[in-house]
Every structure is written in C-alpha cells, then in structure tokens.
C-alpha cells in the first residue's frame, strides 16, 4: 500500500548505534544521527512500576516511507521525536513491498534529576 505523504507529517531523527571504548579499554556504546525523515506517528502513554518507581513513557509506531538503508534497520536503532528518545522495540516492512517500514518504539526512560 502506498505511503500517504500528507500521513508523514511529523519531523524524526534515526540514529544507530556507535561502539568504542573507554580510556580503561572498556567498551560503550553511543548513538549517532544517520537521517531525519517525515513520519507518521502514533503514540500511547503507559506508566509502570519499576524497582518500586512508577516510571511513565510512550510506546507506538513511526512510519517512514521505505529507503534501501533500512534494510539494516534492527533494534539496536533509536528514534528521536520533540527532545524524547525511543527505543526501536521492532521492524517492519510494511507488506514486505519496500514501500514503508513500521518502527514499534518505546520511549527511553528519563534520568532522575
């Protein structure tokens, strides 16, 4: 099915992951901006407990309309939409058409101040 680009209204940036080490050898891991794209966005809000905090996020998907690179999308990915981080939980090309493809998202907690 056909991306509607009228759907694809909101701004996202996708970033993969970077991996390296530290000064003790130790590795990381960081995440580097590869694109922004129009998507179409749904989100739901969610609140769980989590060692004894209440901790609220967002879960949902981000639609963009299919590029090659995204062949290589996985769940290492994060998604940055309006300051908030997410989580790439799962893949889809949507219809297996490589017309669009589906990122199921959660949102990454936020540090406590």
């Known amino acids: 099915m056909p991306v509607e680009a009228g759907r694809l209204n ?4 996708i970033y ?23 998507a ?7 609140e769980t407990e989590a ?3 209440t901790v609220d996020g967002s879960t949902g998907t981000m639609k963009v ?7 290589e999308a996985s ?4 998604i940055e939409y309006r300051g908030r981080m997410f989580d ?3 893949v889809t090309n949507e219809d297996e058409a490589n017309e669009a493809i589906i990122f199921d998202v959660a949102q990454v907690p936020t540090e406590p101040e």
């Open 10 to 13: 909101k701004r996202i940036g």
């Open 16 to 38: 993969k992951p970077t991996r390296g080490k530290d000064a003790s050898g130790g590795a990381t891991v960081g995440f580097s901006a590869v694109m922004a794209r129009w």
């Open 40 to 46: 179409e966005i749904r989100l739901g809000g969610r």
């Open 51 to 53: 060692a004894g905090q």
């Open 65 to 71: 309309r299919w590029e090659d690179q995204f062949q």
């Open 75 to 78: 769940t290492d990915w994060r």
């Open 88 to 90: 790439v939980v799962g």
